[in-house]
């Protein structure tokens, strides 16, 4: 399958700080990036979609001046947690795919907010 | 409302056994029904995948039995190994642009144990 790579892997920060997470498509142009968010032992919840070009699409109850979303190029997108909190420690996974065709997973990045 | 649910939350079966879990959906606009395997601290990875428009599909030892009349679907395990043990969900999306999938909305998981 196609390789999706995230960076970093784990990421520690002080509350109040902004971290960003990136996720590149590393064999395919990405036409689409998906954003997860996943709590421990819990589901994958999907955050948002973004169309390399466009403005992201969040889903309900997602704060888009929270979690900023950028996908500029058609292997980058980038996840950007403004001013983290504890509450918004969590595990973060993005996965991308081309046109019309299905979409694989990066690694993930645990967050952690102290 | 959760739109897709999967049971059991938690399976344990002998080494060789057969593992079945089950996903019900509630939305029948999705066209797309995927498992994905997770191993902590890691991302899901494809299993294997079906479109409405078949009733079973078989990978290797995965096999999806699809039963749109009753919106269910579900992941048979066939001689389940001990490196089989991981999370398991099952997922479903909306049609996408160009024919691809469009956002994944996941089952809460099951996690399933094989024993030596």
């Known amino acids: 399958g196609a390789v999706v790579s995230q960076h970093p892997s784990r990421v520690i920060c002080k509350s109040g700080t902004s971290v960003k997470i990136e996720c590149r498509s590393l064999?395919?142009?990405?036409?689409?990036m998906f954003w997860y968010r996943q709590f421990p032992k819990k589901s994958l919840m999907l955050m948002a979609t973004?169309?390399?070009?466009?403005?992201?699409?969040?889903e309900q109850g997602v704060e888009k001046d929270k979690f900023l979303i950028n996908h500029a190029s058609l292997t980058l997108s980038t996840l950007t947690v403004t001013s983290a909190h504890p509450e918004d420690s969590s595990f973060y996974i993005c996965s991308a795919r081309e046109s019309g065709a299905e979409a694989f997973f990066g690694q993930g990045t645990r967050l952690t907010v102290v | 409302q959760q739109q897709v649910k999967q049971s059991p939350q938690s399976l344990i079966v002998q080494k060789g056994g057969i593992s079945i879990i089950n996903c019900a959906y509630e939305?029948?606009?999705?066209?797309?029904f995927p498992w994905y395997q997770q191993f902590p601290g890691k991302g899901p990875a494809l299993l294997i995948a079906?479109?409405?428009?078949?009733s079973e599909k078989k990978e290797g030892r995965f096999t999806i039995s699809f039963n749109k009349s009753a919106k269910q679907f579900s992941l048979h395990i066939m001689d389940s190994q001990p490196g089989d043990s991981a999370t398991y969900f099952c997922a479903a999306s909306l049609p996408g642009e160009g024919g691809g999938a469009d956002g994944l909305t996941f089952g809460k998981g099951t996690h399933l144990i094989i024993q030596p």
């Open positions: 939305n029948t606009a999705f066209d797309y």
């Open positions: 973004s169309n390399e070009g466009s403005k992201a699409t969040y």
């Open positions: 064999d395919f142009q990405a036409t689409t």
């Open positions: 079906i479109r409405p428009d078949v």
